[in-house]
């Protein structure tokens, strides 16, 4: 019973921490590869 115990314990934990950095992930990652207006247009320029 408490080898059951310790592992739904451990699966919720590593569960919560998987769907944390999924949900940062998924925040951080448009903004990161966007970028913004300015440098996109610099960027274009420069390559151009």
């Given at each position: 019973?408490?080898?059951?115990?310790?592992?739904?314990?451990?699966?919720?934990?590593?569960?919560?921490?998987?769907?944390?950095?999924?949900?940062?992930?998924?925040?951080?990652?448009p903004?990161?590869?966007?970028?913004?207006?300015?440098?996109?247009?610099?960027?274009?320029?420069?390559?151009?």
């Open positions: 019973m408490v080898i059951s115990d310790i592992g739904r314990t451990f699966a919720a934990i590593v569960c919560s921490i998987v769907f944390s950095a999924t949900c940062v992930l998924s925040a951080v990652g903004a990161q590869v966007g970028g913004t207006p300015a440098a996109t247009a610099t960027a274009a320029r420069l390559t151009a």
